[in-house]
C-alpha cells in the first residue's frame, strides 16, 4: 500500500546546505510524525503534527524545521546540514489502529 | 523519562527452534503497545499491537502490566523470520510513538 510517499528515496548533500524531504499520504490522517534511524539508538522522534498548522517538537528537533500548510503533506527540513544529521528518515502517520511508515530518505551529509 | 527497552541487540536463532525478543517499558497508565518488524532496508510494518491480539506470522505478544513487559514470541523460527524488530510504546494523549533500539534477529538455517 503506497499510502504513504516520501521523497528523495536517497540524498546526498554538503554540510551548511538545506535539504528539504518530503512526505505525503493520501489518507487524511490527523497525526503525522517524523523519525531518524540510526544503528544504537533505534528510531528516534524529530517532530510531529496532530493536525494541519499544528506541529510539535519531539525528541531530537535541533537543527530541523517543519510545517503542515496541508493535511496530507509534512516536510521536514534541514536548515543547515550536518554531518550528525546523516540518517535514514521515515515519515510516518496515524488515524485510529496503528501507524502506517513511508519507505524512508536515505541522506549522507558530506 | 518514558521508555521502552530491549535488552538484547542480536539474538541468533537456529530455524524451528523458539523465539522470544524482550521488550520492556515504563508508564505508569495505560499504554498501547506495538511491534513493528523492518526486513532489510524496508520500511517498518506493524506486526503485533496487543489491543488486538491477534497472531501474525505465527507470533504472538502478551502485555504484562505487573512485569511491564511486551515480549514476542513464536514457537519455532523460521529463516524469513531475519530482521529487525522493534518494540513501541504509544500514550494515547498525544499520540506519540516511542521506539525501543530494536533487537537484530537471524535466523540460522
Known amino acids: 500500500d503506497a499510502g504513504i510517499t516520501q521523497s528523495p528515496r536517497y540524498k546526498i548533500t554538503e554540510t551548511g546546505r538545506q535539504v528539504t524531504l518530503m512526505c505525503h499520504q493520501t489518507?487524511?490522517?490527523?497525526?503525522m510524525f517524523w523519525y531518524r534511524q540510526d544503528l544504537g539508538h533505534g528510531l528516534r522522534l524529530i517532530y510531529y503534527s496532530a493536525a494541519a498548522d499544528i506541529t510539535d517538537k519531539g525528541e531530537v528537533p535541533d537543527g530541523y524545521v517543519v510545517s503542515r500548510s496541508k493535511t496530507e503533506n509534512f516536510p521536514l527540513t534541514l536548515e543547515s546540514a550536518t554531518r550528525s544529521q546523516t540518517s535514514v528518515y521515515f515519515c510516518?502517520?496515524?488515524?485510529?489502529?496503528?501507524?502506517?511508515f513511508g519507505s524512508g530518505t536515505r541522506l549522507t551529509v558530506v | 523519562a518514558q521508555r521502552v527497552t530491549q535488552p538484547e541487540k542480536l539474538l541468533s536463532v537456529f530455524k524451528g527452534a523458539p523465539v522470544e525478543l524482550k521488550c520492556n517499558y515504563s508508564y505508569s497508565g495505560s499504554p498501547e503497545l506495538f511491534w513493528y518488524v523492518q526486513y532489510s532496508r524496508q520500511r517498518l510494518q506493524l506486526l503485533l499491537r496487543h489491543i488486538s491480539r491477534e497472531s501474525i506470522k505465527g507470533f504472538t505478544a502478551d502485555l504484562n502490566k505487573g512485569e511491564t513487559s511486551f515480549h514476542l514470541k513464536k514457537p519455532f523460527a523460521q529463516e524469513e523470520d531475519s530482521a529487525m524488530y522493534y518494540c513501541a510504546r504509544a500514550i494515547s494523549q498525544n499520540e506519540k510513538l516511542t521506539f525501543g533500539t530494536g533487537t537484530r534477529l537471524t535466523i540460522i538455517p
Open positions: 489518507w487524511s490522517h490527523s497525526y
Open positions: 510516518a502517520s496515524r488515524q485510529g489502529q496503528g501507524y502506517t
